[in-house]
């Protein structure tokens, strides 16, 4: 169980940082794409739509997924009930 936790944190922690870094270079593709305005900044904007912004999306997600899993599987958790005493 200590592995599938170790593991699932890393995946946590890169995924979450790729989505992150991603987050701002979409923010950057939409800016860009309002400074360059009619025709250039409406295709910049729904290509980073259609094309970039899913795989964000995605990398997101599984950071969720992994997450999850790291949290439940420390069997620590703020949904645990019992109290402060139990758990040392």
Known sequence: MKNLHDL?????????FLALIGGGI?????LAAIVMG???????AVTTRSNVLPWFI???TISLVSGLVQIYTSGNHALTMGSEEKKK
Do not use: C, P
């Open 8 to 16: 699932a944190e890393s995946i946590f922690s890169i995924t979450l």
């Open 58 to 60: 995605r990398l997101a």
């Open 38 to 44: 009619e025709i250039l900044g409406e295709s910049l």
């Open 26 to 30: 979409i923010a950057f593709l939409f």
